[in-house]
């Protein structure tokens, strides 16, 4: 009887019967800061939550990371160590007149002598107003804030919340913090999961780094009746696999397609293969990446490989004829490209380098010499005139100055010795020479 309780976690009422089965991952919640795993960076000694709680005193805090890394576990244990009472609210479900009762509550309990850790879920999903209404009550005292997002703070979260408060960053679990976890599991279960190592290794990974994840997995292969040991094949027939977490419009969105970018730029064609399947098997949208993949073209190889926008627009072309997923083998193909084509950002800066000159010049008209004239008026005031027509130069080369007169002739495009932009180069650099000849 003892054996089947410790197995299943049902625990005998006052009445003699059983209470419902607690899940797994309750039931192994830790009972004290030490028992977390991982989050070293933020609970380590010399960690700032290690700091604050062997210094006695907490500030209000965010903490900003994936689901499953122990968000709202920490904040619970913090209000143990510092005999804080504890207020759980999610964003989600509670608005205005949720929060008053709150905030009322909270300040019936001060005037008691007990101050209140208020642990708000989801709190970039409360609007500014919202969002506000926290700061009074923050800077008196009626509550201490821990705030719980997995979007960026600096783009969810007002800057008057965000001065009040420490941003903390929690990170997915490693495959050693999730053994770990394996392990804590196995001997709450009394038994081991039935699984090879590489069976063992890809459960692991399911997970994608979630720790309540993994233990509902572990939950499911425990309470399957096997013969031996599982292989990964075998796993996963029973186990499907989680779908990687992907927003396409928050942090993985932009994180990944900036990991891709870097990847290109940085002539690494298995890392950039790499971040386009990630993004593609998140459910991006393949339009958008094909726009992306020939922005690259044109902001990093530029003229050092005059044929690589050519191959992206070419793989946008066969992807929109295509579709998915045969179509998405052009993407590849052009990352591939790209990755390996010589790198130029010379004609991207030259560009912008114009840009701002431009703003900075104005309204200023280009120099009389090379207006036309087409009525006598304009031949009057000096239009055309001296104008010297370039093809009837010996060389093709007149050397006239074309920006507005009394403006500081700049360099704006400075081209590399790469690729074809080594031709480029050697171009400007010899006309370059003859205009300071002819000058």
Known sequence: ????????????????????????????????????????QVLGPDAPLGVMLASGSLSSLIFWGPPGVG?????????DETDLHFIQIS????????????????????????????????????????????????????ILLVGATTENPSFELNAALLSRSQVLVLTRLGLGDLERLAQRAEKELGRALPLDGAARETLLEMA???????????????????????????????????????????????????????????????????????????????????????????????????????????????????????????????????????????????????MREAKKTGSEPPPKHILNAPTKLMKDEGYGAGYA???DAEDGFSGQNYFPDGMKRPVLYQPVERGFERELKKRSDYFAKLRLRRN
């Not at 797994?24 to 070293?40: F, H, M, N, Y």
């Open 1 to 40: 009887m003892a054996a089947d309780l410790f197995d299943t976690g049902a625990e005998p009422s006052a009445t003699g019967g059983r209470d419902a089965p607690r899940p797994l991952a309750d039931r192994l919640r830790p009972k004290s800061i030490r028992e977390v795993i991982g989050q070293a």
């Open 71 to 79: 968000k709202t576990t920490i904040a619970r244990l913090l209000a």
């Open 208 to 354: 994608d780094g979630d720790g309540r994840a993994l233990l509902n997995l572990i939950e499911q292969v425990a309470a399957w009746k096997v013969e031996g040991k599982l292989d990964p094949q075998a796993l996963g027939t029973r186990l499907m696999r989680r779908a990687a977490k992907y927003d396409k419009s928050g942090d993985e969105h932009y994180n990944l397609i900036s990991a891709l970018h870097k990847s290109v730029r940085g002539s690494d064609p298995d890392a950039a293969l790499y971040w386009l399947a990630r993004m593609l098997t998140g459910g991006e949208d393949p339009r958008y990446l094909a726009r992306r993949i020939t922005r690259m073209a044109v902001e990093d190889i530029g003229l050092a490989d005059t044929q690589a926008h050519r191959v992206c627009l070419d793989a946008w072309e066969t992807y929109e004829r295509l579709g998915s997923p045969e179509g998405e083998l052009a993407l590849g193909q052009a990352v591939i490209y790209l990755a390996l084509a010589p790198k130029s950002n010379a004609g991207y800066a030259g560009f912008k380098a114009a």
């Open 389 to 391: 027509y370039d093809h």
């Open 91 to 142: 964003a989600i479900f509670s608005g205005v007149p949720e929060l008053k009762k709150v905030f009322e509550a909270a300040r019936h309990r001060r005037a008691n002598g007990q101050s209140t850790l208020l642990f708000v879920d989801e709190i970039h999903r409360f609007n500014k107003a919202q969002q506000d209404g926290f700061l009074p009550h923050m800077e008196d005292g009626t």
